[in-house]
C-alpha cells in the first residue's frame, strides 16, 4: 500500500496559490467536476468533488458541475439525476450547472476552423487500422493516405459527415499533429466519430459526436474554467489539451489541466464500467445497492455524507496511484456514527427467556440514555417484562472456556436492568435450545447489585410481548480479494458469494418504528443500521462496532 501525501490538497493549492500570486487568470479561480452520465457516481467520484470544490473554496473562487455529455450510446437522464442528487446529498452546491452538448455546435465551428487551418483531416479508413497505425514507444506512427487532402475536400467531407451522408464508423476527423510524436495521444488522434445514437439531450440532431480530447478543454475554456483537475490517467492527453486550446481563436485565458490520483479501496472496483456490469448481471440488486460504492449504495447503507467528506479530505491528494484500505473508510463512518447514533436494543437472532419469579402481567419501564454520547440526545423509556428476548448466540448449552455469557446457573446482566440466572434450557427434539428458564433479582433493578456482586457478562435484550418484528440485512464485503481481478485479471472473479445475509423475524424494542429514513441507529453490541427507506422495519447494517481498522494499524501495517 503505497502513501498519499498528508499535506491535503497541497501540490494544487500550491499550483492556485502561485497562479494568484502571479496575476494569472486575474486572482480568479473557477474548477468544475465534470462527470459523465453513463453510471452513477461512486466514492471515487466523491474524492475528485471533494478536491474540485475545496480548491474553489480555498481560493474564494467557484466550481460548476459540467455534464461530459458527448457519447450518446451509454448517457441517460436517469444518470443526470442520480449524479444531481448525489451531489446535493455529498453536501456540495454547484455555481452552475453546464452540458458539454450545449457545446457541439461550437465544437464543430472550431474543428472547420481547425480544417481551414490545414490541422485536421477526414480519414476513410476504419478504426482497427487507424489504431494499427498509430506504432507504438520506440515506433514510428504510419500516416494515412488521406492526411494530406486539401482543405477544401476535406471540409466538404466533414459537412457531408454532419449531414448524415455516411454509414456510422466509415469515417472520422483527425488533429494533423504528429504520427512520430513521442506521446501517442499527439499521434493525429481522432476528433469526431460518425455515430447514430439517441442523445439524451440533443436527441436526433448529430450524427458526428466529439472524442473526449476535442471536446473536454474546449468546454473548460468556454465556463471560464481556470484550473481544470482530473485524475492522473488524464496526464498523457495535457499536451493534447493544450494543442487544442491554442489552435484556436479563444478569448480570455486558457484553462490549466492538473492531475491528481484516483481514489481507490480494497476489496472494491470504482469502474463505472464494472459497477454497470454488477447491476446488468444481477449480482446486485441495483446501482443503489448497499453494497455498492457507489453514493447512492453508500448512502442506502447508511454512511454519512459527512463521513465521506472527512475520509476523502485525510486521505489528501497525491500524484501516485494507491489503493487504501476499506477499513480505513469505515474507521471513520464509525467514529461519525458514534457521535450522532442514537442506541436502540434489537435482537436479531431471538431466544425466549421466562423469568419465572417475575410477578405474572407486571410490566416495568426502564429509563435509557439515547446516546451516552450526546446527553442531548435525552432518554427514551424501554418496557421490560416476565418474557423477554435474547440473542442466540449469548446463550450457551455447554459452554466452551471463556464463555461468560447466559448459560444453566450462571448469572448475567441484562443492561440497565436486571440480574438473571438461568435455570433451565428447554430443547426440542433436535437439542436446539428454544426457550431459558431464568430467575431475576429484584434487588439488581438498574443493573447493580447492592451487594456488589459481579457479572461478567451485560447482554442486551427486548421484552417480548412490547418487541416488533424486522429485517436485517448484514452485509460483508462484495469482493473478497483486496485488489479484485489481481490473480486473474478480472474483478468478478474475486465476488463474495456470501456478501448479503438477510435476517428475517428479528425481534426490536418498539422506539425503532419511529425511526426516519437517513437516521442511523446503533443497535446495542451489534453496529449501526440504516432504515431502508421505501421497506418499513427493514435495517441495512452500515458497519459494526469493532474497529478493525485500529486492528490494522496495531498489527504495524496494512
Ligand atoms: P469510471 O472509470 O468509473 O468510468 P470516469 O473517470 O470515466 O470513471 P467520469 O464521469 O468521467 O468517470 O469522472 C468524472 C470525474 O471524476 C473525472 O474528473 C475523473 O477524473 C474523476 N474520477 C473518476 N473516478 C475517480 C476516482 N476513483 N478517484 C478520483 N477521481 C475520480
Ligand atoms: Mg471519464
Redesign the pocket.
Known amino acids: 500500500m503505497s502513501e498519499t501525501v498528508s499535506s491535503a490538497g497541497d501540490f494544487i493549492n500550491e499550483i492556485v496559490r502561485a497562479d494568484n500570486a502571479a496575476g494569472t487568470y486575474s486572482g480568479r479561480v473557477q474548477t468544475r467536476?465534470?462527470?459523465?452520465?453513463?453510471?452513477y457516481?461512486?466514492?471515487?467520484?466523491a474524492?475528485?468533488?471533494t478536491?474540485?470544490f475545496d480548491t474553489a473554496a480555498n481560493h474564494g473562487g467557484v466550481c460548476n458541475l459540467r455534464f461530459?455529455d458527448t457519447n450518446p450510446d451509454t448517457e441517460d437522464t436517469e444518470f443526470v439525476d442520480s449524479i444531481l442528487g448525489d451531489i446535493q446529498w455529498l453536501g456540495f452546491q454547484p455555481n452552475e450547472i453546464f452540458y458539454a452538448s450545449d457545446y457541439f455546435e461550437q465544437l464543430y465551428q472550431w474543428a472547420e476552423y481547425l480544417i481551414g487551418e490545414g490541422k485536421a483531416y477526414v480519414d476513410d479508413q476504419d478504426g482497427e487500422t487507424i489504431s494499427a497505425q498509430r506504432g507504438g514507444y520506440g515506433k514510428p506512427g504510419i500516416e494515412s493516405p488521406f492526411r494530406n487532402r486539401d482543405a477544401a475536400e476535406n471540409l466538404d467531407l466533414f459537412r457531408r459527415m454532419r449531414a448524415g451522408e455516411f454509414p456510422d464508423g466509415s469515417r472520422v476527423l483527425r488533429a494533423k499533429i504528429d504520427m512520430n510524436a513521442e506521446n501517442m495521444q499527439l499521434r493525429d488522434p481522432v476528433l469526431y466519430r460518425i455515430r447514430r445514437g439517441h442523445h439524451h439531450r440533443t436527441h436526433d440532431a448529430w450524427v458526428i459526436y466529439p472524442t473526449y480530447d476535442w471536446a473536454h478543454g474546449q468546454s473548460d475554456a468556454v465556463e471560464g474554467v481556470t484550473h481544470s483537475?482530473?485524475?492522473l490517467?488524464?496526464v498523457s492527453h495535457r499536451p493534447l489539451y493544450q494543442w487544442c486550446l491554442d489552435q484556436l481563436p479563444l478569448l480570455g485565458d486558457k484553462p490549466k489541466q492538473i492531475e491528481?490520483?484516483?481514489?481507490?479501496l480494497t476489496c472494491t472496483v470504482?469502474?463505472?464500467?464494472?459497477?454497470a456490469k454488477l447491476v446488468a448481471d444481477g449480482v446486485v440488486d441495483g446501482w443503489d445497492d448497499p453494497r455498492m460504492p457507489t453514493l447512492s449504495g453508500l448512502r442506502k447503507r447508511g454512511y454519512p455524507a459527512s463521513a465521506i467528506r472527512t475520509f476523502c479530505r485525510a486521505m489528501g491528494v497525491s500524484k501516485t496511484n494507491s489503493r487504501q484500505a476499506i477499513e480505513e473508510l469505515e474507521a471513520y463512518v464509525r467514529r461519525d456514527l458514534n457521535a450522532t447514533a442514537q442506541r436502540r436494543m434489537a435482537v436479531l437472532r431471538p431466544l425466549k427467556v421466562t423469568i419465572t419469579n417475575w410477578p405474572a402481567g407486571q410490566v416495568e419501564h426502564f429509563e435509557v440514555a439515547n446516546n451516552p454520547e450526546n446527553p442531548d440526545d435525552g432518554t427514551r423509556q424501554v418496557a421490560f417484562s416476565g418474557e423477554l428476548w435474547i440473542e442466540r448466540e449469548d446463550f450457551a448449552l455447554e459452554p466452551p472456556p471463556k464463555f461468560f455469557r447466559l448459560s444453566v446457573g450462571r448469572e448475567v446482566r441484562l443492561r440497565g436492568a436486571y440480574f438473571i440466572t438461568a435455570t433451565e434450557a428447554i430443547t426440542d427434539e433436535s437439542g436446539e435450545v428454544v426457550e431459558v428458564l431464568a430467575t431475576y433479582d429484584p434487588q439488581t433493578r438498574g443493573g447493580n447489585a447492592p451487594d456488589g456482586r459481579k457479572v461478567k457478562s451485560t447482554m442486551h435484550w427486548v421484552s417480548a410481548p412490547h418487541a416488533v418484528e424486522a429485517s436485517v440485512a448484514l452485509y460483508d464485503r462484495l469482493f473478497t480479494a483486496a485488489l479484485p481481478g489481481e490473480a486473474t485479471g478480472e474483478p468478478l472473479d474475486d465476488l463474495n458469494p456470501n456478501s448479503r445475509e438477510l435476517l428475517t423475524g428479528c425481534q426490536m424494542e418498539a422506539a425503532l418504528t419511529e425511526t426516519v429514513p437517513g437516521q442511523v441507529v446503533q443497535f446495542e453490541r451489534l453496529g449501526y443500521f440504516a432504515p431502508d427507506p421505501d421497506k418499513s422495519m427493514y435495517f441495512h447494517r452500515t458497519v459494526g462496532l469493532r474497529d478493525e481498522w485500529a486492528a490494522i494499524q496495531k498489527r504495524g501495517g496494512k
Do not use: Q
Not at 33 to 39: A, H, I, M, S, W
Not at 260 to 264: D, G, S, T, V
Open positions: 467536476f465534470p462527470p459523465e452520465p453513463n453510471g457516481l461512486h466514492i471515487g467520484h474524492k475528485a468533488i478536491v474540485d461530459d483537475l482530473c485524475t490517467e488524464f491528481f490520483a484516483r481514489l481507490e470504482t469502474s463505472k464500467r464494472r459497477l
